[in-house]
Protein backbone atom coordinates (compact mmCIF):
# COMPACT_ATOMS: atom_id res chain seq x y z
CA UNK A 1 0.00 0.00 0.00
CA UNK A 2 0.90 3.59 -0.83
CA UNK A 3 2.43 5.57 2.27
CA UNK A 4 -0.09 8.00 1.96
CA UNK A 5 -3.19 5.97 2.38
CA UNK A 6 -2.51 5.98 6.12
CA UNK A 7 -5.42 3.21 7.57
CA UNK A 8 -5.98 5.53 10.62
CA UNK A 9 -9.27 7.73 10.43
CA UNK A 10 -8.89 11.01 12.43
CA UNK A 11 -12.56 11.69 11.21
CA UNK A 12 -15.19 9.95 12.78
CA UNK A 13 -18.10 8.10 11.06
CA UNK A 14 -21.96 8.74 11.82
CA UNK A 15 -21.49 13.01 10.85
CA UNK A 16 -24.37 14.92 9.81
CA UNK A 17 -22.57 15.94 6.09
CA UNK A 18 -25.06 15.16 3.07
CA UNK A 19 -24.83 11.87 1.54
CA UNK A 20 -21.89 12.56 -1.31
CA UNK A 21 -20.26 15.33 0.55
CA UNK A 22 -16.80 16.21 -1.07
CA UNK A 23 -15.98 19.04 1.52
CA UNK A 24 -15.69 16.17 4.36
CA UNK A 25 -13.92 14.10 2.17
CA UNK A 26 -11.63 16.74 1.63
CA UNK A 27 -11.78 16.77 5.88
CA UNK A 28 -10.79 13.29 5.85
CA UNK A 29 -7.85 13.43 3.52
CA UNK A 30 -6.82 16.36 5.05
CA UNK A 31 -6.46 14.89 8.60
CA UNK A 32 -4.85 11.62 7.21
CA UNK A 33 -2.17 13.74 5.69
CA UNK A 34 -1.55 16.07 8.90
CA UNK A 35 -1.87 13.05 11.05
CA UNK A 36 -2.97 13.93 15.41
CA UNK A 37 -0.44 16.57 16.32
CA UNK A 38 -3.02 19.19 15.18
CA UNK A 39 -4.45 22.14 16.49
CA UNK A 40 -7.51 23.05 14.45
CA UNK A 41 -9.32 26.28 13.99
CA UNK A 42 -12.59 25.78 11.90
CA UNK A 43 -14.83 28.89 10.79
CA UNK A 44 -18.28 28.39 11.13
CA UNK A 45 -20.11 27.08 7.68
CA UNK A 46 -20.91 23.23 6.59
CA UNK A 47 -17.53 21.77 7.92
CA UNK A 48 -18.26 23.12 11.15
CA UNK A 49 -22.25 22.89 11.22
CA UNK A 50 -22.05 18.59 9.96
CA UNK A 51 -19.33 17.47 12.09
CA UNK A 52 -20.26 19.31 15.55
CA UNK A 53 -23.45 19.07 17.17
CA UNK A 54 -22.50 19.83 20.34
CA UNK A 55 -22.08 18.06 22.79
CA UNK A 56 -20.55 15.61 20.24
CA UNK A 57 -18.25 15.45 18.03
CA UNK A 58 -16.68 13.75 14.84
CA UNK A 59 -13.27 15.37 14.92
CA UNK A 60 -10.49 13.29 16.56
CA UNK A 61 -8.04 16.03 17.22
CA UNK A 62 -8.47 19.08 18.79
CA UNK A 63 -10.52 21.18 17.18
CA UNK A 64 -11.93 24.86 18.06
CA UNK A 65 -14.77 26.44 16.14
CA UNK A 66 -13.88 30.04 15.42
CA UNK A 67 -16.74 32.71 13.73
CA UNK A 68 -17.56 32.89 10.18
CA UNK A 69 -14.60 35.61 9.76
CA UNK A 70 -12.16 34.51 11.77
CA UNK A 71 -9.83 31.32 11.33
CA UNK A 72 -7.05 32.65 10.70
CA UNK A 73 -6.68 34.87 13.39
CA UNK A 74 -7.99 31.98 15.96
CA UNK A 75 -5.27 29.71 14.35
CA UNK A 76 -2.70 32.64 14.73
CA UNK A 77 -3.37 33.05 18.34
CA UNK A 78 -3.05 29.60 18.88
CA UNK A 79 0.21 29.15 17.18
CA UNK A 80 1.95 32.20 19.36
CA UNK A 81 0.76 30.78 22.44
CA UNK A 82 2.30 27.33 21.58
CA UNK A 83 5.41 29.62 20.52
CA UNK A 84 5.42 31.36 23.55
CA UNK A 85 5.08 28.23 25.55
CA UNK A 86 8.16 26.48 23.43
CA UNK A 87 5.66 23.82 22.19
CA UNK A 88 7.01 22.00 19.17
CA UNK A 89 6.26 19.65 16.92
CA UNK A 90 2.21 20.69 16.96
CA UNK A 91 0.75 22.07 13.37
CA UNK A 92 -1.71 24.67 14.02
CA UNK A 93 -4.37 24.39 10.62
CA UNK A 94 -6.79 26.92 9.84
CA UNK A 95 -9.96 25.87 8.29
CA UNK A 96 -12.52 27.80 6.24
CA UNK A 97 -15.14 26.80 3.28
CA UNK A 98 -14.50 29.24 0.37
CA UNK A 99 -17.07 32.31 1.98
CA UNK A 100 -15.41 32.03 5.12
CA UNK A 101 -11.84 32.32 2.59
CA UNK A 102 -12.42 34.24 -0.58
CA UNK A 103 -14.82 36.52 1.21
CA UNK A 104 -15.33 37.58 5.36
CA UNK A 105 -12.24 35.96 6.54
CA UNK A 106 -9.91 37.51 3.14
CA UNK A 107 -8.13 40.11 5.65
CA UNK A 108 -8.02 37.59 8.61
CA UNK A 109 -6.10 35.30 6.60
CA UNK A 110 -3.91 38.12 4.96
CA UNK A 111 -3.07 39.76 8.39
CA UNK A 112 -1.63 36.21 9.38
CA UNK A 113 -0.10 35.46 6.18
CA UNK A 114 1.51 38.73 6.47
CA UNK A 115 2.89 38.08 9.87
CA UNK A 116 4.27 35.31 9.03
CA UNK A 117 2.72 32.75 11.43
CA UNK A 118 3.57 29.18 11.24
CA UNK A 119 0.23 27.39 9.94
CA UNK A 120 -1.53 25.94 7.31
CA UNK A 121 -5.05 27.21 5.66
CA UNK A 122 -6.92 24.70 4.35
CA UNK A 123 -9.94 26.74 1.82
CA UNK A 124 -12.45 23.73 1.20
CA UNK A 125 -14.23 25.55 -2.01
CA UNK A 126 -17.78 24.12 -2.67
CA UNK A 127 -18.17 27.68 -4.83
CA UNK A 128 -20.97 28.79 -2.64
CA UNK A 129 -22.04 30.13 0.92
CA UNK A 130 -23.72 26.25 1.38
CA UNK A 131 -24.39 26.00 4.58
CA UNK A 132 -27.30 29.01 4.97
CA UNK A 133 -28.51 27.73 1.45
CA UNK A 134 -26.60 28.24 -1.56
CA UNK A 135 -25.60 31.80 -2.10
CA UNK A 136 -22.94 33.02 -4.35
CA UNK A 137 -19.64 33.88 -2.76
CA UNK A 138 -16.55 35.28 -4.52
CA UNK A 139 -15.47 32.56 -5.29
CA UNK A 140 -18.42 30.87 -7.25
CA UNK A 141 -17.48 29.93 -10.74
CA UNK A 142 -19.00 32.80 -13.79
CA UNK A 143 -22.55 31.09 -14.93
CA UNK A 144 -23.21 29.58 -12.18
CA UNK A 145 -27.23 29.45 -10.85
CA UNK A 146 -27.18 29.96 -6.86
CA UNK A 147 -30.18 31.37 -5.03
CA UNK A 148 -28.26 35.25 -5.00
CA UNK A 149 -27.29 35.32 -8.83
CA UNK A 150 -30.75 33.57 -10.41
CA UNK A 151 -31.20 32.50 -13.81
CA UNK A 152 -34.55 34.28 -15.95
CA UNK A 153 -34.61 36.78 -19.05
CA UNK A 154 -32.35 39.46 -17.57
CA UNK A 155 -29.72 37.50 -15.27
CA UNK A 156 -27.98 34.49 -16.21
CA UNK A 157 -26.36 33.28 -12.97
CA UNK A 158 -23.27 34.36 -11.65
CA UNK A 159 -22.07 37.82 -13.67
CA UNK A 160 -18.87 37.88 -12.12
CA UNK A 161 -15.52 35.18 -12.52
CA UNK A 162 -14.40 33.32 -9.82
CA UNK A 163 -11.74 35.40 -7.51
CA UNK A 164 -8.04 33.32 -7.38
CA UNK A 165 -7.60 33.21 -3.56
CA UNK A 166 -4.41 31.07 -4.28
CA UNK A 167 -2.54 33.56 -6.39
CA UNK A 168 -3.48 36.43 -3.71
CA UNK A 169 -2.23 34.24 -1.12
CA UNK A 170 0.78 33.56 -3.48
CA UNK A 171 1.90 37.56 -3.88
CA UNK A 172 1.50 37.77 0.15
CA UNK A 173 5.28 35.76 -0.64
CA UNK A 174 3.96 32.40 1.35
CA UNK A 175 6.64 29.49 1.05
CA UNK A 176 3.98 26.72 -0.08
CA UNK A 177 0.51 27.58 -2.00
CA UNK A 178 -1.27 24.49 -3.64
CA UNK A 179 -4.43 24.05 -5.20
CA UNK A 180 -5.90 20.26 -4.72
CA UNK A 181 -9.25 18.56 -5.69
CA UNK A 182 -10.56 15.33 -3.75
CA UNK A 183 -10.65 13.40 -6.80
CA UNK A 184 -6.86 13.15 -6.66
CA UNK A 185 -5.88 12.16 -2.82
CA UNK A 186 -2.42 11.23 -3.03
CA UNK A 187 -1.93 14.64 -4.97
CA UNK A 188 -3.72 16.32 -2.10
CA UNK A 189 -2.21 14.39 0.98
CA UNK A 190 1.16 15.09 -1.05
CA UNK A 191 0.70 18.55 -1.02
CA UNK A 192 -0.82 18.81 2.86
CA UNK A 193 2.54 16.87 3.82
CA UNK A 194 4.83 19.42 2.14
CA UNK A 195 2.32 22.55 3.74
CA UNK A 196 3.10 20.42 7.43
CA UNK A 197 7.00 20.00 6.45
CA UNK A 198 7.80 23.69 5.84
CA UNK A 199 7.51 26.45 8.18
CA UNK A 200 5.85 29.73 7.89
CA UNK A 201 2.59 30.13 6.56
CA UNK A 202 1.02 27.93 4.14
CA UNK A 203 -2.32 27.73 1.83
CA UNK A 204 -4.18 24.94 0.29
CA UNK A 205 -7.27 25.75 -1.64
CA UNK A 206 -8.97 22.01 -2.24
CA UNK A 207 -12.57 21.95 -4.60
CA UNK A 208 -15.33 20.30 -3.29
CA UNK A 209 -18.10 19.36 -5.29
CA UNK A 210 -21.59 19.27 -3.20
CA UNK A 211 -24.34 17.62 -4.83
CA UNK A 212 -27.28 19.59 -3.64
CA UNK A 213 -25.69 23.15 -4.27
CA UNK A 214 -24.23 21.92 -7.53
CA UNK A 215 -27.37 19.88 -8.65
CA UNK A 216 -26.10 16.41 -9.54
CA UNK A 217 -26.66 13.22 -8.04
CA UNK A 218 -24.45 12.45 -5.40
CA UNK A 219 -22.72 9.07 -6.95
CA UNK A 220 -21.14 11.78 -9.13
CA UNK A 221 -19.15 13.54 -6.48
CA UNK A 222 -15.46 12.13 -7.58
CA UNK A 223 -16.63 12.35 -11.50
CA UNK A 224 -17.59 16.25 -10.71
CA UNK A 225 -14.51 16.63 -9.73
CA UNK A 226 -12.26 14.69 -11.91
CA UNK A 227 -13.98 16.24 -15.07
CA UNK A 228 -12.96 19.81 -13.07
CA UNK A 229 -9.56 18.71 -13.79
CA UNK A 230 -9.65 17.07 -16.59
CA UNK A 231 -11.02 19.89 -18.13
CA UNK A 232 -9.03 22.64 -17.20
CA UNK A 233 -11.95 24.02 -15.17
CA UNK A 234 -9.68 23.83 -12.02
CA UNK A 235 -6.06 23.32 -12.49
CA UNK A 236 -3.91 21.38 -9.97
CA UNK A 237 -0.74 23.57 -9.52
CA UNK A 238 2.13 23.58 -6.26
CA UNK A 239 3.80 27.70 -6.26
CA UNK A 240 6.59 26.86 -4.04
CA UNK A 241 8.97 29.86 -3.26
CA UNK A 242 7.42 31.58 -5.77
CA UNK A 243 8.21 28.95 -8.37
CA UNK A 244 5.00 27.14 -9.82
CA UNK A 245 4.34 23.57 -10.74
CA UNK A 246 1.36 22.46 -12.10
CA UNK A 247 0.81 18.60 -10.94
CA UNK A 248 -1.04 17.07 -12.56
CA UNK A 249 -1.43 17.32 -16.36
CA UNK A 250 -4.13 16.52 -17.87
CA UNK A 251 -2.69 14.47 -20.93
CA UNK A 252 -5.46 15.59 -23.72
CA UNK A 253 -7.82 18.27 -22.00
CA UNK A 254 -12.16 17.41 -21.82
CA UNK A 255 -14.25 20.05 -23.77
CA UNK A 256 -15.43 22.37 -20.59
CA UNK A 257 -18.98 21.62 -21.37
CA UNK A 258 -18.56 17.84 -20.34
CA UNK A 259 -18.03 19.37 -17.08
CA UNK A 260 -20.44 21.89 -17.22
CA UNK A 261 -23.50 19.52 -18.56
CA UNK A 262 -22.98 17.36 -15.31
CA UNK A 263 -24.45 19.76 -12.99
CA UNK A 264 -27.86 21.30 -12.57
CA UNK A 265 -26.15 24.72 -11.94
CA UNK A 266 -24.85 25.44 -15.46
CA UNK A 267 -28.11 23.82 -17.07
CA UNK A 268 -29.22 27.09 -18.05
CA UNK A 269 -26.05 28.10 -20.55
CA UNK A 270 -26.36 28.24 -23.91
CA UNK A 271 -24.20 27.54 -26.48
CA UNK A 272 -22.39 30.85 -27.00
CA UNK A 273 -21.97 31.02 -22.88
CA UNK A 274 -20.71 27.67 -22.59
CA UNK A 275 -18.41 28.84 -25.61
CA UNK A 276 -17.26 32.21 -23.64
CA UNK A 277 -16.40 29.72 -20.41
CA UNK A 278 -14.18 27.64 -22.30
CA UNK A 279 -12.28 30.57 -24.11
CA UNK A 280 -11.54 31.68 -20.52
CA UNK A 281 -10.39 28.44 -19.48
CA UNK A 282 -8.34 28.03 -22.41
CA UNK A 283 -6.83 31.56 -21.30
CA UNK A 284 -6.35 30.36 -18.21
CA UNK A 285 -4.32 27.17 -18.92
CA UNK A 286 -2.28 28.30 -21.48
CA UNK A 287 -0.99 31.19 -18.93
CA UNK A 288 -0.66 28.19 -16.08
CA UNK A 289 1.06 26.02 -18.74
CA UNK A 290 -1.43 23.54 -18.98
CA UNK A 291 -1.32 22.02 -22.50
CA UNK B 1 -14.97 37.08 46.78
CA UNK B 2 -15.98 33.07 45.34
CA UNK B 3 -13.25 32.51 42.75
CA UNK B 4 -14.62 31.34 39.27
CA UNK B 5 -14.66 27.99 39.04
CA UNK B 6 -15.50 27.35 35.62
CA UNK B 7 -18.49 26.88 33.27
CA UNK B 8 -21.26 24.91 34.57
CA UNK B 9 -21.50 22.76 31.82
CA UNK B 10 -18.17 21.37 29.89
CA UNK B 11 -17.23 23.77 27.13
CA UNK B 12 -15.50 20.62 25.02
CA UNK B 13 -17.66 18.20 22.77
CA UNK B 14 -16.57 14.69 23.02
CA UNK B 15 -15.16 13.00 20.18
CA UNK B 16 -17.70 10.24 19.10
CA UNK B 17 -18.97 7.91 15.81
CA UNK B 18 -22.62 8.40 15.64
CA UNK B 19 -22.05 11.77 16.69
CA UNK B 20 -25.08 12.78 14.44
CA UNK B 21 -27.26 9.33 15.47
CA UNK B 22 -26.94 6.27 12.81
CA UNK B 23 -26.68 7.93 9.96
CA UNK B 24 -27.71 4.87 7.88
CA UNK B 25 -31.09 5.34 8.61
CA UNK B 26 -31.15 8.54 5.74
CA UNK B 27 -30.30 6.22 2.85
CA UNK B 28 -32.71 4.92 0.03
CA UNK B 29 -29.86 2.02 -1.07
CA UNK B 30 -26.74 0.47 -0.02
CA UNK B 31 -23.52 -0.96 -1.84
CA UNK B 32 -23.08 -4.34 -1.76
CA UNK B 33 -19.79 -5.95 -2.54
CA UNK B 34 -19.04 -8.48 -4.76
CA UNK B 35 -15.48 -9.79 -3.26
CA UNK B 36 -14.86 -12.12 -6.24
CA UNK B 37 -14.81 -9.46 -8.34
CA UNK B 38 -12.49 -7.11 -6.15
CA UNK B 39 -8.98 -6.02 -6.86
CA UNK B 40 -8.27 -4.93 -3.73
CA UNK B 41 -7.36 -1.11 -5.44
CA UNK B 42 -9.01 0.22 -2.20
CA UNK B 43 -10.58 3.26 -4.30
CA UNK B 44 -13.89 2.87 -2.50
CA UNK B 45 -12.27 3.34 0.45
CA UNK B 46 -10.37 6.08 -0.32
CA UNK B 47 -13.66 8.02 -1.73
CA UNK B 48 -15.98 7.70 0.99
CA UNK B 49 -17.05 10.75 2.44
CA UNK B 50 -18.86 8.92 5.71
CA UNK B 51 -15.77 6.79 6.55
CA UNK B 52 -18.04 3.70 6.36
CA UNK B 53 -15.57 1.71 4.20
CA UNK B 54 -13.28 -0.45 6.64
CA UNK B 55 -10.50 -2.53 4.43
CA UNK B 56 -10.19 -6.28 5.38
CA UNK B 57 -7.67 -9.09 3.33
CA UNK B 58 -10.62 -10.08 1.79
CA UNK B 59 -11.49 -6.08 0.50
CA UNK B 60 -13.54 -3.76 1.65
CA UNK B 61 -16.43 -4.05 4.80
CA UNK B 62 -18.64 -1.60 4.69
CA UNK B 63 -20.40 0.43 7.75
CA UNK B 64 -23.95 0.09 7.58
CA UNK B 65 -24.39 1.74 10.54
CA UNK B 66 -23.19 4.89 8.93
CA UNK B 67 -23.10 4.38 5.31
CA UNK B 68 -25.56 6.93 3.74
CA UNK B 69 -25.94 5.39 0.62
CA UNK B 70 -24.20 7.72 -1.83
CA UNK B 71 -23.43 5.39 -4.37
CA UNK B 72 -19.05 7.12 -4.91
CA UNK B 73 -18.19 3.79 -3.95
CA UNK B 74 -20.34 1.56 -6.54
CA UNK B 75 -19.18 4.67 -9.09
CA UNK B 76 -15.34 4.56 -8.76
CA UNK B 77 -14.83 1.10 -8.58
CA UNK B 78 -12.46 0.06 -11.68
CA UNK B 79 -13.48 -3.61 -11.52
CA UNK B 80 -17.47 -3.28 -11.07
CA UNK B 81 -18.10 -4.97 -7.93
CA UNK B 82 -19.86 -2.91 -5.95
CA UNK B 83 -23.44 -2.63 -7.36
CA UNK B 84 -25.87 -0.09 -5.50
CA UNK B 85 -29.65 -1.79 -4.27
CA UNK B 86 -32.83 -1.53 -3.26
CA UNK B 87 -32.89 -1.82 1.09
C1 LIG C 1 -20.73 37.27 10.56
C2 LIG C 1 -21.60 36.17 10.11
N1 LIG C 1 -22.42 36.37 9.05
C3 LIG C 1 -23.19 35.37 8.60
C4 LIG C 1 -23.18 34.15 9.21
C5 LIG C 1 -24.09 33.05 8.72
N2 LIG C 1 -23.34 32.03 8.00
C6 LIG C 1 -22.93 30.89 8.60
S1 LIG C 1 -22.11 29.86 7.59
C7 LIG C 1 -22.32 30.91 6.29
C8 LIG C 1 -21.83 30.57 4.91
C9 LIG C 1 -20.61 29.75 4.89
O1 LIG C 1 -20.13 29.65 3.58
P1 LIG C 1 -18.74 28.97 3.29
O2 LIG C 1 -17.68 29.61 4.07
O3 LIG C 1 -18.56 28.91 1.82
O4 LIG C 1 -18.92 27.50 3.89
P2 LIG C 1 -19.96 26.36 3.44
O5 LIG C 1 -21.21 26.53 4.24
O6 LIG C 1 -20.19 26.49 1.99
O7 LIG C 1 -19.29 25.09 3.81
C10 LIG C 1 -23.02 32.07 6.68
C11 LIG C 1 -23.38 33.17 5.78
C12 LIG C 1 -22.32 33.97 10.32
N3 LIG C 1 -22.24 32.80 10.96
N4 LIG C 1 -21.55 35.00 10.75
S1 LIG D 1 -24.50 21.25 1.53
FE1 LIG D 1 -22.79 20.52 0.28
S2 LIG D 1 -20.91 21.07 1.42
FE2 LIG D 1 -22.67 21.22 2.84
S3 LIG D 1 -22.74 19.19 3.86
FE3 LIG D 1 -24.14 19.11 2.09
S4 LIG D 1 -22.86 18.29 0.43
FE4 LIG D 1 -21.46 18.99 2.03
S1 LIG E 1 -12.94 -0.17 -5.67
FE1 LIG E 1 -13.80 -2.14 -6.30
S2 LIG E 1 -12.03 -3.39 -6.83
FE2 LIG E 1 -11.26 -1.64 -5.67
S3 LIG E 1 -11.19 -2.37 -3.54
FE3 LIG E 1 -13.18 -1.38 -3.81
S4 LIG E 1 -14.57 -3.05 -4.39
FE4 LIG E 1 -12.48 -3.80 -4.68
S1 LIG F 1 -22.41 4.28 -0.63
FE1 LIG F 1 -21.27 6.16 -0.10
S2 LIG F 1 -21.37 6.22 2.14
FE2 LIG F 1 -21.86 4.14 1.54
S3 LIG F 1 -19.91 3.04 1.60
FE3 LIG F 1 -20.24 3.73 -0.54
S4 LIG F 1 -19.13 5.67 -0.62
FE4 LIG F 1 -19.43 5.23 1.57
MG1 LIG G 1 -18.81 27.29 0.57
Redesign the pocket.
Same mark, same amino acid.
Given at each position: MREELVEEELFAPGHRACAGCG?TLAVRLALKALGKNVIVAN? @????EVISTPYPETAWRVPWIHA *???NAAAVASGVEAALKSLGRRGVKVVAI????? @?AD?GLQALSGAVERGHDFIYIC /?D !?E *? /?? !? @?GI?R?SATPFGAWTTTTPVGRVKRGKDRPKKDVPAIIAAHGAPYVATASVAYPIDLIKKLRKAAATEGPTYIHIHCPCPPGWRFDSDKMIEVARLAVLSGAWILYEIKNGRLNVTIKPPKRRPVSDYLKMQGRFKHLTDAEIAEIQRTVDERCRHLGVG | MKSWRGPPVPVAARPSVGSSGRTSSWRIQKPVVNLKRCTRCRMCWIFCPDVAISFTKRGPAINHDYCKGCGICANECPAKAITMEAL
Open positions: AA @TGCV *AFEAGDGG @TI /Y !N *A /YM !N @TQS | -
